[in-house]
């Protein structure tokens, strides 16, 4: 089955304590990227990767850090949470094929908790 | 940039009545357009798209959306709610870029729908 998982699906931490949210699509795709949900302000996405090694900011990058070694495997790391962080996070992937641009496949989200 | 304009947060309509969700965007070259649907829960999925072609797009579940480039709009629209539709919907926007762009997806706030019995 296509599909984008994300690990954990719910994590509760403190603040300092360094962490990683896993994402993995197999679909084969090049395009994935990493989105925060928070009430009254939608999707915002934090990093994105057109293909393996190749990474780039999106609008809130702050206090967060991506690895993209592999194409299947994107995943994002908060090196020092701190509260403000706590959100829905969810990893999304999509095939990029130049002039079109693909649907957007997303993963079930992450619900972290800072404390 | 682009932009998306969704007003409001939330609407409410009866089962059997007319769904509309507005959608206006601002983008500075033509644009892709999207709807997606989150279910309680869940993760995003897509509802329709609109990428060239017929402005008039039908998507999954009924649902459409036409595309007005004078209006700047990308209204969402079903002839007849079902208690399933019950869900936040949000719209997006792509802008159509040549090779070498970045491939953004920038989404509105988002709009919460409930449906009455």
């Known amino acids: 089955e296509a599909q984008v998982t994300q690990n954990p699906r719910y994590l509760i931490t403190v603040t300092g304590k360094k962490l990683t949210v896993t994402c993995s699509q197999n679909?084969?795709?090049?395009?994935m990227s990493w989105y925060r949900q928070d009430p009254g302000l939608g999707l915002r996405q934090i990093y994105y990767?057109?293909?393996?090694?190749?990474?780039d900011k999106g609008d809130v990058p702050e206090g967060y850090k991506v690895s993209r070694k592999e194409k299947r495997n994107f995943p994002l790391i908060l090196e020092s949470p701190s509260p403000n962080q706590t959100s829905l996070y969810f990893c999304?992937?999509?095939?990029?094929?130049?002039?079109?641009?693909?649907?957007?496949?997303f993963g079930p989200g992450t619900r972290l908790t800072v404390l | 940039a682009q932009s998306v304009t969704q007003l409001g947060s939330h609407v409410s309509v009866s089962e059997g009545a007319l769904v509309l969700l507005r959608c206006n965007y601002s983008?500075?070259?033509?644009?892709?357009l999207f709807w997606y649907v989150q279910y309680p829960n869940q993760g995003l999925q897509l509802l329709l798209k609109?990428?060239?072609?017929?402005?008039l797009v039908k998507g999954i579940n009924g649902f459409e959306a036409e595309f007005k480039k004078s209006e700047t709009s990308f209204h969402l629209t079903k002839p007849s709610a079902h208690m399933s539709d019950a869900a936040e919907y949000f719209c997006?926007?792509?802008?159509?870029?040549?090779?070498?762009?970045?491939?953004?997806?920038?989404f509105g706030k988002g709009m919460k729908l409930t449906v009455n019995p």
């Open positions: 609109y990428t060239t072609g017929a402005t």
């Open positions: 679909m084969n795709h090049e395009y």
């Open positions: 990767s057109m293909n393996v090694e190749v990474t």
């Open positions: 997006a926007v792509s802008p159509f870029l040549t090779q070498g762009g970045s491939e953004k997806l920038v």
């Open positions: 999304a992937s999509s095939r990029t094929s130049g002039s079109h641009y693909d649907e957007q496949f």
């Open positions: 983008s500075s070259v033509p644009p892709y």
